[in-house]
């Protein structure tokens, strides 16, 4: 059993930063893969950033490829997200998974484990 708690959510104005943290519970962490996705107003959920089992794998959505970064800590059991340059259509609710494997994949049905979600609103 995997437990995820997102923070760091806010609301900042275009062009800054952010850095998301999913804090997770569990001993099997640092064997998981883990995503994050986002959902924005009447759009379906999104994927954005993906890390293999030790972060040394990763996977970006196209949209956010040089703005964003996540990283993985197995010593710590948490994975963040730090999102730079920020755009309007970044604005979403973003949400940390995990999925018991070690590969990563950009495929939310392939996570079984999921935060609650922190809102990020960005400004123009």
């Known amino acids: 059993q995997v437990q995820l708690v997102e923070s760091g959510g806010g609301l900042v104005q275009a062009g800054g930063s952010l850095r998301l943290s999913c804090a997770a519970s569990g001993r099997t962490f640092s064997s998981y893969a883990m995503g994050w996705f986002r959902q924005a107003p009447g759009k379906e959920r999104e994927f954005v950033a993906a890390?293999?089992?030790?972060?040394?794998?990763?996977l970006y959505a196209e949209s956010v490829k040089g703005r964003f970064t996540i990283s993985k800590d197995n010593a710590k059991n948490t994975v963040n997200l730090q999102m730079n340059n920020l755009k309007p259509e970044d604005t979403a609710v973003y949400y940390c998974?995990?999925?018991?494997?070690?590969?990563?994949?950009?495929?939310?049905?392939?996570?079984?484990?999921w935060g609650q979600g922190t809102q990020v609103t960005v400004s123009s």
């Open positions: 998974a995990a999925r018991s494997s070690a590969v990563a994949t950009t495929t939310s049905q392939l996570y079984f484990y």
């Open positions: 890390a293999n089992w030790n972060g040394g794998t990763t």
